[in-house]
């Protein structure tokens, strides 16, 4: 089970860190994905890390401005979200792959958690 959290209404030019928080898997064995649907958009991939923690994955919008990392000890994996525009906006999820550098494409992740909305507003 994942649970993603962090979420909030934040300006332009701010930053967030998300946290995805999994119990009853081997956390360790799985790549993790972080998403995100905008309103009356596809859901696309944001970021990815795999079991390690050594390589990542980002999606061209969002290089530069967010980081993903995880901390196994503590079966989670974060989003630090900086510089934050308005079409950053959206509700992102986490998932988990068993891949081990999947990418951003959804549907090489099976398990996926509820989302945490993030509103970037002025």
């Known amino acids: 089970q994942l649970q993603a959290s962090g979420g909030g209404l934040v300006q332009p030019g701010g930053s967030l860190r998300l946290s995805c928080l999994a119990s009853g898997l081997s956390f360790e064995d799985y790549a993790i994905g972080w998403f995100r649907q905008a309103p009356g958009k596809e859901r696309e991939g944001v970021a990815c890390?795999?079991?390690?923690?050594?390589?990542?994955n980002y999606a061209d919008s969002v290089k530069g401005r967010f980081t993903i990392s995880r901390d196994n000890a503590r079966n989670a994996v974060y989003l630090q979200m900086t510089n934050l525009k308005p079409e950053d906006t959206a509700i992102y999820y986490c998932?988990?792959?068993?891949?081990?550098?999947?990418?951003?494409?959804?549907?090489?992740?099976?398990?996926w958690g509820q989302g945490t909305l993030v509103t970037v507003s002025s």
């Open positions: 998932a988990t792959s068993e891949w081990h550098l999947p990418g951003l494409a959804d549907n090489l992740y099976d398990n």
């Open positions: 890390i795999e079991p390690r923690g050594r390589d990542t």
